[in-house]
């Protein structure tokens, strides 16, 4: 993977200059540090930072059709690409390079704006026609790779971080509110909202094609589609068979490189079942990683230690506790681009800059798992839920009905009734303006995907929507992942897994209240017994009760600054840090909101970017 940035003269007669791609490059810098190169033909640059896996003397970028009538930057892998490589050379394509990513191009030619539906991998690609003069921006199915927009002063800018279009000084830089209040209702902003006024970011599954004098078109290419009804049910035994061979089959697209690939141990079984299905079927040693965060019932590093040993892995560990959040707080707002209302984002910065201390450039994860094979509490309490729905008032059957599509899904929380707390955590001017920006306004997905849906197919759709594709996976993934140069790879995530997913039995995913019950069985004899027979165990990092108690003045809201910007009711925050420094105060539930958390990393975000509100 790497780091792409590009500028289009949309009719301004505004022509992008060298200078100006090299800001962006600089800005992103951290996501490619193996080389750098740009384009600039006419109207139209792209830019280029390298984190090389495959040809690594050959590969470097911008990528040329023979007749150089496209062009194309690419950050991501093409798991697919030895057989599209062979089908389009019978066609009669040439190839320069032994990267997988430059079958991109050449599938164009042949299919035209419909070449990202052959592709399984992770992607962010901007194509340029110079024919058409036509730039296409693509992020991949799941949104595994970001990828931001914008248009002013008559110029598209893109990038795969926003850093990349604030390099240039004449960007407005003004918070989003929007995203600010999709943080307190969701797990976190949601495509295509950042927390940056006027940047947008593109949705997983979605193309945008710009040509100059014309409005952008955004399409859809791909979505998560689960049936309304099930298919001949195969059992449970071919299921799991079925399931072990995908598992395998995802796994080694992910360790084709010229470099050494890791991974991820948390001591849960999503990340255990990647690391066992690699030492039993594919290596029988490699590097791999873990943070050890918290005491007692959060401190995993027993199950961690089970499965390294099992593996046979060169295993290394970071320690993650109240003072190395503190510490790094400011630095993982930095890279994530956004405030986050859990600390966890610092464990995945330090296990990335762990990795960076090893010849690993990459790492498998388990993430993606939880979503598609009802691993959440969430599913657990539907179960109850749906045998008893009274209790919900008017106003949340309205909100539900409005986000959801259905009046009795509860989405993790209340919303009615939270609204009514968040208006005593805003300032009374921001409370008074609350209609213009609220996330509760409108749904954050396509509701008519999920209708007809059962209970846990909703869930799944809208947890990959709003909680996988840009908390989990941008956030909490590449932005950590890509602040200390390593990129991160999900076995999960295949389109082969989410397709056998999707179109699988409900009862094979939550049997009774069995969670992930056809993963377990298809783990049972390859992931050690503690690990497959343990109860579930959400990762969770200390929360800013425990850090206030740390003496975290450093990341603590700043009056002055709360005044600043006239975001949060300043009574309200002096209130949450005495509530928090009570040697008795915990935040209790994976749902309850850390307000004070929020508070404190929108004021760093707004400083570190010196955005105005």
Same mark, same amino acid.
């Given at each position: 993977?790497?780091?792409?940035?590009?500028?289009?003269?949309?009719?301004?007669?505004?022509?992008?200059?060298?200078?100006?791609?090299?800001?962006?490059?600089?800005?992103?810098?951290?996501?490619?540090?193996?080389?750098?190169?740009?384009?600039?033909?006419?109207?139209?640059?792209?830019?280029?930072?390298?984190?090389?896996?495959?040809?690594?003397?050959?590969?470097?970028?911008?990528?040329?059709?023979?007749?150089?009538?496209?062009?194309?930057?690419?950050?991501?892998?093409?798991?697919?690409?030895?057989?599209?490589?062979?089908?389009?050379?019978?066609? /009669? =394509?040439?190839? &320069?390079? $032994?990267?997988?990513? +430059?079958? *991109?191009?050449?599938? !164009?030619?042949?299919?035209?704006?419909?070449?990202?539906?052959?592709?399984?991998?992770?992607?962010?690609?901007?194509?340029?026609?110079?024919?058409?003069?036509?730039?296409?921006?693509?992020?991949?199915?799941?949104?595994?790779?970001?990828?931001?927009?914008?248009?002013?002063?008559?110029?598209?800018?893109?990038?795969?971080?926003?850093?990349?279009?604030?390099?240039?000084?004449?960007?407005?830089?003004?918070?989003?509110?929007?995203?600010?209040?999709?943080?307190?209702?969701?797990?976190?902003?949601?495509?295509?909202?950042?927390?940056?006024?006027?940047?947008?970011?593109?949705?997983? /599954? =979605?193309?945008? &094609?710009? $040509?100059?004098?014309? +409005?952008? *078109?955004?399409?859809? !290419?791909?979505?998560?589609?689960?049936?309304?009804?099930?298919?001949?049910?195969?059992?449970?035994?071919?299921?799991?068979?079925?399931?072990?061979?995908?598992?395998?089959?995802?796994?080694?697209?992910?360790?084709?490189?010229?470099?050494?690939?890791?991974?991820?141990?948390?001591?849960?079984?999503?990340?255990?079942?990647?690391?066992?299905?690699?030492?039993?079927?594919?290596?029988?040693?490699?590097?791999?990683?873990?943070?050890?965060?918290?005491?007692?019932?959060?401190?995993?590093?027993?199950?961690?230690?089970?499965?390294?040993?099992?593996?046979?892995?060169?295993?290394?560990?970071?320690?993650?506790?109240?003072?190395?959040?503190?510490?790094?707080?400011?630095?993982?707002? !930095?890279?994530?681009?956004?405030?986050?209302?859990?600390?966890?984002?610092?464990?995945?910065?330090?296990?990335?800059?762990?990795?960076?201390?090893?010849?690993?450039?990459?790492?498998?994860?388990?993430?993606?798992?939880?979503?598609?094979?009802?691993?959440?509490?969430?599913?657990?309490?539907?179960?109850?839920?749906?045998?008893?729905?009274?209790?919900?008032?008017?106003?949340?059957?309205?909100?539900?009905?409005?986000?959801?599509?259905?009046?009795?899904?509860?989405?993790?929380?209340?919303?009615?009734?939270?609204?009514?707390?968040?208006?005593?955590?805003?300032?009374?001017?921001?409370?008074?303006?609350?209609?213009?920006?609220?996330?509760?306004?409108?749904?954050?997905?396509?509701?008519?995907?999920?209708?007809?849906l059962s209970t846990q197919r909703r869930r799944s759709y809208i947890d990959c929507k709003l909680r996988l594709g840009d908390h989990l996976l941008l956030e909490h993934g590449d932005r950590m992942f890509f602040s200390h140069s390593v990129e991160g790879r999900h076995p999960f995530l295949?389109?082969?897994?989410?397709?056998?997913?999707?179109?699988?039995?409900?009862?094979?995913?939550?049997?009774?209240?069995?969670?992930?019950?056809?993963?377990?069985?298809?783990?049972?004899?390859?992931?050690?017994?503690?690990?497959?027979?343990?109860?579930?165990?959400?990762?969770?990092?200390?929360?800013?009760?425990?850090?206030?108690?740390?003496?975290?003045?450093?990341?603590?809201?700043?009056?002055?600054?709360?005044?600043?910007?006239?975001?949060?009711?300043?009574?309200?925050?002096?209130?949450?840090?005495?509530?928090?420094?009570?040697?008795?105060?915990?935040?209790?539930?994976?749902?309850?909101?850390?307000?004070?958390?929020?508070?404190?990393?929108?004021?760093?975000?707004?400083?570190?970017?010196?955005?105005?509100?």
């Open positions: 993977m790497c780091g792409i940035c590009g500028i289009m003269d949309m009719g301004g007669g505004n022509a992008p200059r060298k200078v100006q791609i090299e800001a962006m490059l600089r800005a992103i810098a951290h996501r490619g540090p193996d080389g750098q190169n740009m384009w600039l033909e006419g109207g139209t640059a792209l830019g280029f930072n390298r984190l090389s896996f495959i040809d690594l003397t050959g590969g470097m970028q911008p990528l040329f059709t023979e007749d150089r009538g496209v062009v194309a930057v690419i950050n991501g892998e093409i798991y697919n690409h030895p057989e599209l490589r062979e089908e389009l050379e019978k066609k /009669g =394509h040439t190839f &320069r390079t $032994r990267t997988d990513v +430059e079958v *991109v191009l050449h599938l !164009y030619e042949e299919e035209g704006e419909d070449f990202p539906k052959r592709l399984n991998g992770q992607f962010g690609i901007a194509l340029f026609d110079t024919g058409r003069k036509t730039l296409y921006l693509v992020r991949d199915q799941m949104g595994v790779c970001p990828l931001y927009w914008t248009v002013q002063n008559g110029r598209l800018l893109f990038g795969s971080e926003a850093k990349a279009i604030l390099a240039l000084p004449d960007v407005k830089r003004k918070l989003n509110l929007k995203a600010l209040d999709q943080l307190m209702n969701f797990p976190g902003v949601v495509a295509p909202e950042t927390f940056f006024e006027g940047i947008r970011a593109i949705r997983p /599954g =979605h193309m945008i &094609r710009f $040509r100059v004098g014309e +409005e952008p *078109v955004d399409t859809e !290419y791909w979505d998560l589609v689960y049936p309304r009804e099930d298919a001949e049910d195969k059992g449970l035994e071919a299921y799991a068979a079925e399931l072990r061979e995908l598992i395998v089959r995802a796994i080694r697209r992910r360790l084709v490189a010229d470099v050494p690939i890791g991974f991820y141990v948390s001591g849960g079984l999503d990340s255990s079942v990647v690391a066992c299905f690699i030492g039993k079927y594919l290596l029988n040693s490699y590097y791999s990683f873990s943070a050890e965060i918290g005491e007692g019932d959060l401190d995993e590093s027993r199950f961690q230690k089970i499965v390294s040993q099992s593996v046979k892995s060169d295993h290394r560990s970071v320690t993650v506790g109240d003072r190395e959040i503190i510490e790094n707080l400011p630095s993982v707002i !930095y890279h994530a681009e956004s405030a986050v209302k859990e600390s966890y984002d610092t464990a995945a910065f330090l296990l990335s800059e762990l990795v960076r201390t090893t010849p690993a450039k990459a790492v498998l994860t388990g993430q993606g798992s939880d979503e598609l094979f009802c691993g959440y509490v969430g599913y657990m309490v539907d179960l109850f839920r749906n045998m008893n729905k009274d209790g919900m008032s008017e106003g949340e059957k309205e909100i539900n009905s409005r986000l959801w599509g259905d009046p009795y899904f509860r989405y993790e929380r209340d919303h009615d009734a939270i609204r009514a707390v968040h208006r005593t955590i805003y300032s009374s001017e921001l409370a008074s303006a609350l209609p213009s920006f609220s996330a509760l306004s409108e749904s954050p997905i396509d509701v008519s995907k999920v209708e007809g295949d389109p082969e897994i989410v397709a056998f997913v999707t179109a699988l039995p409900d009862k094979y995913k939550m049997n009774g209240a069995r969670e992930k019950y056809i993963l377990k069985k298809a783990a049972e004899g390859i992931v050690p017994d503690p690990i497959v027979k343990r109860r579930k165990f959400p990762f969770q990092a200390p929360g800013m009760s425990s850090l206030v108690k740390a003496g975290a003045d450093s990341v603590m809201p700043d009056p002055a600054l709360i005044r600043k910007y006239g975001l949060f009711d300043e009574k309200k925050i002096e209130e949450m840090k005495k509530l928090y420094s009570d040697p008795s105060f915990r935040l209790m539930g994976a749902y309850e909101i850390d307000y004070l958390l929020i508070a404190s990393t929108v004021t760093i975000l707004c400083e570190t970017y010196g955005l105005s509100v």
